[in-house]
């Protein structure tokens, strides 16, 4: 017998999800200055606000 798919999986709250999508996840390599490594920072920031997250010091 074939699993059905369930009807909760659906999202009910139309403005939560819309609201969603105006959130990016951006990750930005950032060289240590003792080392010389790179580490990786990541932040969820609204869309608006992605290049001022990148050009960050």
Known sequence: MAKQASKNAKVKDTKAAADAKVWTKVIRAVR????????????IVHKDKVQDFINQK
């Open 32 to 43: 240590s200055p003792k080392s010389g490594a790179y580490t990786f920072k990541d932040a």
